[in-house]
């Protein structure tokens, strides 16, 4: 542990952990649980995004309104998300109310009702969000990538799920699947900002401590596939392409990849955006980042284009990407490792961010990596390193996905040039 930060383990497998920042009046208080779609059978693919959705609509104490009047009149700003491999639930407010942060958000992810009428008027809310979703090319890139990476394992599906199965999960179904995942083995309580460790503990220990402790939800790790998905989409007037390669799981704690991302593609000056963008005008967008969570890594390139430069764009990726694995520029990799330095210190400025990284550590690591050891290791990452991290990405094959406005023949003619450019698994 740090200065900061505290850690205990209820005799349940729940952990609390607390960040001490004393600059700060507020209080950020998070519940995590090791649950995500990576978890769903495809039969129940999307059921924990509405049980996300569907833990604010009553609970054995308080009606939604009744929650929601509890928290606000607080002050108190409350959200949730679900990933592949976590859903968290989120109260942010002031420093003192941290306890009744915990009690509350305790209530949501406990004794939630699930109320047959609520469940039929959020269902045509998730409804909405999902057409929302399919309609959005990017989203759909991302999408076809993820299937493109991993077939039918569960890492592959989507976290909102597919309409059939929003518009049939029934009550017992979130029932069923919340009491099966929702274990003391698989949760962490977590606050930071004005917080006292000893009094998060204690609520946590009366809100918790009778939760059955159950079994660590694992996943599985996917074998990766690659190769190439296309879809078209009408009214998108862009070529989205989403272009990637398997890296180390969060399992791995391994610097390189992120290292590789932030050299390939952050910031104007970086090969990706002074490239595809600065000198040959193929971009008004382009990112790279390394997905590193539970049980799998994604090397993932983003990039919207004009159909007319969908194969050029795709032909300058793929040198680029030779390139670093051919040699790593000794100025590229001390931006990027500045870069890295510099976003990290400023993450250490949100607690959220703060509180989500050491929480995955914990659900996945079993451990919380110290700060600064995390980036001593990322600074002494060399260029040989990052090299060989390029050369076996490109070795073990592309996974491509093209959404938007994707013109006919797009997916074979970008088959064809990933293939000749080496970068393609050869067909079994």
């Known amino acids: 542990m740090t200065d900061d930060t505290q850690l205990s383990t209820l005799a349940n497998g729940v952990r609390v952990l607390s ?44 009606d939604a309104r009744r929650f929601n009047l509890d928290a606000e009149r607080l002050g108190a700003e409350v959200n949730a998300h679900t990933d592949k491999d976590h859903t968290a639930f989120h109260m942010r407010g002031l420093g003192p109310h941290a306890p009744q942060f915990v009690r509350l958000l305790a209530d949501l992810v406990r004794h939630a009702t699930f109320p047959e009428a609520e469940l039929s008027r959020e269902r045509e809310v998730l409804l909405h969000e999902f057409t929302e979703d399919e309609d959005d090319p990017m989203s759909s890139a991302f999408k076809l990538f993820d299937a493109a990476c991993f077939g039918k394992h569960p890492l592959a599906q989507p976290v909102i799920g597919t309409r059939r199965n929003i518009e049939r999960f029934s009550r017992a179904d979130l029932v069923s699947h919340q009491q099966r995942l929702y274990t003391g083995a698989n949760l962490v309580v977590a606050a930071a900002g004005a917080v006292a460790h000893n009094t998060v503990l204690r609520e946590a220990e009366a809100c918790f401590g009778s939760m059955a402790p159950g079994a660590p939800n694992l996943l599985s790790a996917p074998a990766w596939l690659g190769g190439v998905r296309a879809r078209s989409q009408a009214g998108s007037s862009q070529s989205h392409l989403v272009l990637g390669f398997p890296v180390p799981a969060l399992q791995a704690d391994d610097p390189v990849a992120p290292v590789a991302a932030a050299l390939l593609g952050e910031g104007m000056s970086s090969p990706l955006m002074d490239q595809l963008r600065e000198q040959r005008g193929l971009v008004y967008y382009a990112a790279c980042s390394a997905d590193v969570i539970d049980s799998a890594g994604q090397f993932v390139i983003e990039a919207s284009t004009s159909p007319a430069q969908a194969a050029e764009c795709l032909g300058a990726l793929a040198a680029l990407l030779r390139e670093q694995a051919e040699q790593i520029s000794a100025d590229d990799l001390a931006r990027a490792k500045n870069q890295i330095q510099v976003r990290r210190l400023r993450g250490l400025e949100k607690p959220g961010r703060r509180l989500e990284e050491a929480a995955l550590d914990l659900l996945v690591l079993g451990r919380l990596r110290p700060r600064q050891e995390g980036l001593d290791r990322m600074q002494a990452v060399s260029a040989e390193q990052v090299r060989s991290a390029f050369a076996a990405m490109l070795g073990a094959g592309a996974a491509l996905a093209l959404s938007g406005r994707v013109v006919r023949g797009s997916a074979d003619r970008a088959e064809g040039m990933l293939g000749d450019a080496g970068l393609l698994r050869p067909a079994p």
């Open 19 to 62: 960040i001490a920042l004393p600059h700060l009046q507020t209080a950020s208080v998070s519940v995590f649980v090791r649950a995500g779609s990576g978890h769903e059978s495809r039969a129940l693919n999307g059921i924990g995004h509405v049980i996300e959705h569907m833990v604010f609509k009553g609970t054995d104490s308080r």
